[in-house]
């Protein structure tokens, strides 16, 4: 149990255009969703704490214009690069509170050419 | 906010001995501490946790002890396989809301 899928797995954009990257709960509901970004060969970095019904907490130093987050229900959050730029390069997890521990997602690899 | 610090960077044991990584933390109210474990472009993998009550806690070659009063907490694998090779990351929550990761210790367990 505790499965959060994560979809794409893999995307290429270009620079400029928008990402959407979708996180599901299969087998619970999840009331909070965390969304990480983590470069290569580095942590695991918090961007902001998704909540099902209200508005996203962000980290500091996280545009919140840019990385916009929707938890429109209790498996579904979404995070959108907006104006994808080539720094935005990373790879993005989620994780959804089940019911105390994390579960996480397997990762979207965003490369933006 | 919460600060976890890991060391070492990298470690590098012969099969068979055991393993030991370190984190302290910052925030006096953390007290909830996972070990996560990930392979190259996969997803973390919680390996094992504890909390502020306990002051060890093992599971068969897996074991993390805390010390609340220095804020830190430390990672014991003992008899490494080469499969144990990968990146272990500690992390702190307070109230199990948020974690902060440490910046983790990639383990290579030679043959």
């Known amino acids: 149990g505790a499965v959060v899928s994560q979809h794409p797995s893999r995307v290429i954009c270009k620079s400029g255009t928008s990402v959407k990257i979708e996180c599901r709960s299969l087998d619970f509901q999840a009331t909070t969703m965390f969304w990480y970004r983590q470069f290569p060969k580095q942590s695991l970095m918090l961007m902001a704490t998704?909540?099902?019904?209200?508005?996203?907490?962000?980290e500091q130093g996280v545009e919140k214009d840019k990385f916009l987050i929707n938890h429109a229900s209790l498996t579904l959050s979404t995070l959108t690069v907006t104006s994808a730029h080539p720094e935005d390069s990373s790879f993005y997890i989620c994780s959804a509170k089940y019911p105390i521990e994390q579960f996480f997602g397997p990762g979207t690899r965003l490369t933006v050419l | 906010g919460e600060n976890v610090e890991q060391h070492p960077s990298t470690l590098s044991v012969q099969e068979g001995d055991s393993a030991v990584i370190k984190c302290t933390y910052s925030d006096s109210a953390s007290n909830y501490f996972p070990w996560y474990k990930q392979e190259l472009g996969k997803r973390p993998q919680l390996i094992i946790d504890i909390r502020s009550n306990v002051g060890e806690k093992k599971d068969q070659r897996i074991a993390v002890t805390l010390n609340k009063t220095a804020k830190h907490f430390s990672l014991h694998i003992t008899e490494t396989q080469p499969e144990d090779s990968a990146v272990y990351f500690c992390?702190?929550?307070?109230?199990?809301?948020?974690?902060?990761f440490g910046a983790g210790t990639t383990v290579t367990v030679r043959a």
């Open positions: 998704s909540n099902e019904g209200s508005k996203a907490t962000y």
């Open positions: 992390a702190a929550s307070a109230n199990d809301y948020k974690l902060s």
